[in-house]
């Protein structure tokens, strides 16, 4: 079946039809993404909470090792949209063949990287050795499956840059679909067939990573961007110079992330007797949270490639007014969304979390992080479209900033030191995240990224 995607004209017309070209598409792709992560948590539950939060953990772990994909698919976005609004469909061509080869180069190494420092990697949880080694298996299996994984997220990228979201879409609704199905058929069997466990989580995310893959080779061959496959496959050195001054920040900025999300697993660790529970709860709230946090990803991406392309059409002005308008729809979207899950968070903390204690500071931690969600909203979007630019250095120090200076000595202090357990964590989150959209909107506002040249 030939899936076309139609590329419009992102540099004209009317901003708000723009905007939703660029946005639904991308929404069901993060909707898509949210019910394969709390497919894997409500299987989780059913395994106890120690599978929970290993899930948990070795999905930051993993987030931490596709870093440099997520990266280079940054710098793809920034360069292959300002290729497409300018009309070098040879630049376009050529930058996104370069964002694939060295997404597989980067791959290879970090598979075998992680392999090789898994047990290392693993200790920093603070689990008991019995919940170590499955932790251990986990990761395993998600390392083995990186090079498809890679080129997965980098092929979506470049669908994203040339405004082409449908095969994006395509793509990752085979790939979720694959994963949905296969978790609960890998762990819990079907007919003669007993099922292989909690390895069933991590074998069914490896496979889905692999057929979405497989789906977009397919579309670049039956796409506009067909001519990928043409032209020589070999690393030039301009190239990759630009693709590193544009995701070294950016990788730095998930680097920091990611580790301090382990330092905020790490921290709950401390907890005495209350840290299973606490980690559980953080992993279940999030993937909850991810109901809002996913559509704003979304929005942060359509900023971006709107961004790119008309700045590459010379249109700076018209990407501020693209930037101001996407973040006023998302908080005005991510406001209406916070108020039904603070009401309803026990609700919706009952589908994936199955022990009443974890259920209970599942419920504490929504309803707190509900009150940050409007900053986030412009932190993200406006980050996005930073990215987009060419920034990546701005949105890095302002993320950085808020993590390291705000968010864990804060945590660390209202949790441990000054005894308020799991409750000061959270707090933490929600301080570090106003500070966070306040100085990401004063970097917008400042409008230097208008005039970057890379």
Known sequence: MRVQG???????GSIWKNIWHMSWSMILVMFLNFLVGITDIYVAGFLGPEIQAVVGFVGELYFFIIIVANAIS????????????SGDTEGALSAARQSLLLGAVCALALMMAGILFRDALIAVAGFPE???????????????????????IISNAIFRAGGEVKLTLTAMFVASLVNIVLDFLLVFGLFSFQGIGYRGIAVSTALAMTAGMMICIALFRQSRWQKI????????????????????????LQVSWNTGNIVIYNILGRLDEGSITAMAALTSGLRIEAIIYLPMFALNMA????????????MPERAEKIGWKIAFAGVVFVSLLAVPVFIWAGALSSSVAKDPQVLAETVRYLRIMMLSEPFMALSLILGGCLQGAGDTKGAMFIIVGALWIVRLPLAYIIAVIAGYGAYGVWLA?????????IAMTLRYRRGRWKDLKY
């Open 6 to 12: 139609r590329a419009v004209d992102l540099t004209a």
């Open 74 to 85: 940054i710098g793809t976005v920034a360069i292959v949209s300002r290729a497409v609004g």
């Open 130 to 152: 019995n919940v170590r080694t499955i932790a251990a298996e986990f990761f395993v299996i998600f390392a083995v499956a990186l090079v498809p994984n890679y080129l997965l």
């Open 229 to 252: 496959f043409h032209g020589t496959w070999h690393l030039y050195k301009d190239l990759v110079r630009r693709f590193f001054v544009l995701s070294w920040p950016a990788a730095l």
């Open 303 to 314: 900023g971006s490639v709107l961004t790119g392309q008309n700045l590459g059409a010379g």
């Open 429 to 437: 989150m929600v301080i570090s995240m106003f500070f966070q959209g």
